[in-house]
């Protein structure tokens, strides 16, 4: 058999390492369009702000190793420029030589990937705007952050723009990050990322959020971003960070189909609609792990499955891939973002009801030294409890919460579940109750009627019409910052102080995180009252008004 792969880094060079251990007979050829047929593009922004202090340690498996140890034939500065099905046959152009020529397959693999978004704006392509996709695109950001530039603007505050900026700033640069949307990481919702926000503003970058680039020129040598709200941005250079699409061109004109999106559509199995053809990676249209919806995630974790799952189907055995879930992370200074499954936005979106609750817990057990608190956000269904997505932001032990909750989606567990998971404890590691433990608690509360919830959205609704909001903190913290309207009654007094309380009317008791307006809302259901605890106190609150 002969196994062609157009594309290396994660997909490509998964399937071609993974068809080798499965096959010592198969003819293996890789076709690259760069140099480097593997190497780590998650790596590529700490490269530029020299956290990664060699290129050298980008580079995962080299064309030398790919050969010797694996007997594949890499083919790099080769571009397949067109697929024949009925001859199957890929036309290559080898940009080194200048020549052209056609390479035959039994079974094709395309891991072309995604590449980055140039919308067509005036200036576009003005020298000093780069975008960030290989280690060509690295080596010259490298250049422009280390050669005298005093400023960068970035284009866009998802991952790479968030981690872009960060490593620029380090190296010294001011750094300013234009975004369309009004938050920084788009696919979270916005308030696990508003303490985020704040946190990168104090460490010297400028956000313009809820605004955009609308053209770009060039004065004296010098870059100027103009905005679509009037303000212009002074940059040494610029980086364009707002996307990327799916690199399918080659499927499009050979006959294949593709999604709305442009991703390359495919099995369960990796075949796209010609059977003797697979996709994986940033290429590949997929389903959803929570929906089943077609999605596009471009991440490497799941590109390196997906050429893994495509070589063993080639060569004969069952493979199923379980589809994307989106569990990802990202690190900003010293904050930690992660999320897996799907937002909440995402599902009003797609109209799947969903319930959400709110926690704020230390990431180990708070009498042990250093706890640093995390916000974690658990959605989940009305119906039965299943999880349908979490988010978290914080610290320390962000990773290790999500990574849980990944798996307890993938398993299909419910927040019942989580009441009942059994998690690592020792004071320096975790608590007995750990976050994802009380996230279950909270939930099922929720579910069980125990804990009626509402949420920081309806408050002004909810208050217009007569519901009471109830502090139940201590008066030095009312007094250090309060939601507008609320009374005050310690939770210590409350029930002395029943009282007070209109009769007939909801109320909503809030705390700091959530404990005590709990315990506020058991009191008031047994004695009579309508009550719901609001979800994440004073914590959610502010998160929600981040100004």
């Known amino acids: 058999m002969k196994l062609v792969i157009v594309g290396g880094v994660a997909g490509g060079a ?57 007997r594949v034939d890499v083919r790099t500065h080769s571009r397949v420029e067109r697929i024949d099905r009925e001859k199957k046959v890929v036309h290559v152009h080898d940009t080194r030589r200048d020549r052209q020529y056609e390479e035959p397959y039994d079974k094709l693999i395309l891991a072309t990937g995604a590449s980055p978004l140039r919308p067509p704006l005036e200036g576009i392509d003005l020298p000093g705007i780069h975008t960030l996709r290989d280690l060509r695109d690295a080596d010259q950001l490298h250049t422009a952050a280390t050669r005298g530039a005093k400023s960068a603007v970035i284009v866009g505050a998802g991952f790479i723009g968030m981690e872009m900026a960060e490593n620029l700033q380090r190296r ?172 909440e936005k995402l599902l009003l979106r797609l109209g799947i009801p969903c319930q959400k609750i709110y926690i704020h817990a230390g990431h180990h057990a708070g009498y042990y030294p250093g706890a640093e608190r995390l916000t974690l956000k658990l959605l989940f269904s009305p119906e039965d409890g299943k999880i349908l997505g979490a988010q978290a932001s914080g610290g320390a032990g962000v990773d290790k919460r999500i990574d849980v909750l990944a798996m307890a989606i993938q398993a299909g567990m419910t927040v019942y579940d989580l009441e009942e998971a059994e998690l690592c404890y020792a004071p320096q590691f975790g608590a007995a109750k750990d976050p994802v433990n009380m996230a279950g608690f909270v939930a099922a509360g929720v579910l069980r009627g125990d804990q009626p ?95």
């Open 14 to 70: 998964s399937a071609a390492a993974r068809a080798r251990r499965l096959s010592e007979d198969c003819e293996i050829v890789m076709f690259e369009r760069g140099a480097d047929p593997s190497f780590a593009n998650c790596g590529m922004p700490y490269y530029v702000g020299g956290k990664i202090d060699g290129r050298q340690k980008l580079l995962v498996t080299s064309r030398e190793r790919l050969k010797s140890r694996y």
């Open 172 to 343: 010294g640069l001011e750094v300013t990050v234009v975004e369309l949307t009004d938050q920084i990481l788009p696919p979270w919702d916005r308030e696990m990322t508003t303490d985020v926000a704040r946190y990168a503003r104090s460490q010297g970058i400028r956000l313009h959020l809820g605004d955009a680039a609308a053209r770009f020129r060039q004065s004296d040598g010098q870059l100027f971003v103009e905005l679509r709200s009037g303000d212009v941005l002074k940059a040494g250079f610029v980086v364009l960070c707002i996307g990327v699409k799916p690199e399918s061109q080659l499927a499009v004109e050979a006959g294949i189909e593709c999604g709305v999106r442009g991703g390359v559509r495919t099995n369960a199995a990796m075949q796209t609609s010609d059977l003797d053809i697979y996709a994986v990676g940033d290429v590949a249209e997929v389903s959803d792990v929570v929906s089943g919806q077609p999605t596009q995630v471009p991440l490497a974790g799941p590109a390196n499955r997906q050429g893994r799952l495509a070589a063993d189907h080639i060569f004969g055995r069952a493979v199923g891939y379980r589809g994307t879930q989106g569990t990802a992370i990202v690190g900003i200074f010293e904050r930690t973002v992660a999320m897996t499954g799907l937002s």
């Open 453 to 547: 919830v509402i949420h920081v959205p309806e408050l002004e609704t909810l208050t217009s019409t007569g519901a009471v909001l109830l502090d139940v903190r201590t008066l030095d913290e009312f007094e250090a910052g309060y939601i507008p309207s609320a009374r005050h009654v310690p939770l210590d007094d409350l029930r002395t102080r029943l009282g007070e309380l209109p009769a007939g009317e909801r109320i909503i008791p809030y705390c700091q995180v959530g404990q005590r307006g709990y315990m506020a809302t058991r009191i008031l259901l047994q004695q009579g009252f309508e009550a719901a605890n609001l979800s994440g106190g004073f914590t959610t609150w502010r998160q929600f008004h981040d100004a």
